[in-house]
């Protein structure tokens, strides 16, 4: 009961774990004991993120491919496993967001956010799941957000397909159980990240409007993001299965508030 959180022995591929939340997540499996592999697609920022790894003492294992192509994928995994070792956690962290009003957006546009943020965890926990079948169990987690559960101006593609991801966890999870894999999510609220600097400028409305928004009264900081991924890669989440964990400083509890 000690070692409920160790991750010793334990393989973990985390995809876009080149920058971000993703990168935060990566460092906290990576603490706990897990080898650590992650995904990437540009050269030099895979580059930049190993000798980032390797001032904290981290060995990163990097594997460049596109995510949203079921050939590369499955190439990919079979590589991983044969050189690193057998992958018992999956992290489907990659994602993009595109913010463009409803009326404007380009259904190509709306088609190629629904591919990376839902269809590329489809492709990954496939490829990926074939083979925790075969050892007899695992852990997928899905990052999921807020636009899971609420919606926001100029981001219809990324909260349908956010909401979409939070629907395959729970799909995945009722197929898969028997499997003994664990099928989870996680939902960041608001964290300081490249993703959200556009939006988070001091004195912009919608900055201060986040801060007040957010019980905890700040952004997140992407470390906050570690004790969550830890215990759904460990065995102290054996029997969660198709649960989100929305860490949010409180977003989703409450309406609001009127402005002071
Ligand atoms: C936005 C933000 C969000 C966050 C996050 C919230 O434009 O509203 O970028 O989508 O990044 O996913 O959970
Ligand atoms: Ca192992």
Request: net charge neutral.
């Amino acid at each position: 009961m000690k070692n409920l959180f160790n991750l010793e022995g334990k393989v973990a591929l985390i995809t876009g774990a080149t920058h971000g939340l993703g990168m935060a997540m990566a460092k906290a499996l990576a603490q706990h004991g897990a080898t650590l592999v992650i995904n990437g697609h540009t050269p030099s920022k895979m580059e930049l993120a190993i000798e980032e790894y390797k001032k904290e003492g981290i060995t990163a294992h990097g594997f460049l491919f596109d995510v949203t192509n079921a050939a590369k994928v499955t190439e990919n995994i079979e590589k991983i496993e044969a050189e690193v070792g057998p992958i018992d956690i999956l992290i489907n962290n990659a994602g993009m967001i595109m913010r463009v009003p409803a009326l404007d957006m380009d259904p190509a546009d709306f088609r190629k956010v629904i591919d990376v943020d839902l269809v590329s965890p489809f492709i990954l926990s496939q490829a990926v799941g074939r083979s925790m079948v075969k050892r007899g169990g695992g852990k997928i987690i899905n990052i999921c957000s807020m636009m899971s559960e609420l919606g926001r101006d100029t981001v219809s593609a990324y909260a349908a397909a956010k909401g979409g991801l939070k629907m395959l966890t729970k799909n995945l999870a009722t197929e898969w159980a028997k499997y003994n894999i664990q099928v989870n999510g996680i939902g960041p609220g608001y964290f300081a990240t490249e993703q959200t600097a556009p939006i988070r400028v001091d004195g912009n409305p919608f900055n201060d409007w986040i801060v007040s928004r957010t019980p905890a009264g700040k952004w997140g900081d992407p470390d906050d993001l570690a004790g969550a991924v830890v215990f759904l890669s460990s065995k102290a989440s054996d029997f969660v299965n198709g649960q989100i964990l929305y860490v949010d400083g409180g977003i989703l509890a409450t309406i609001g508030k009127p402005r002071e």
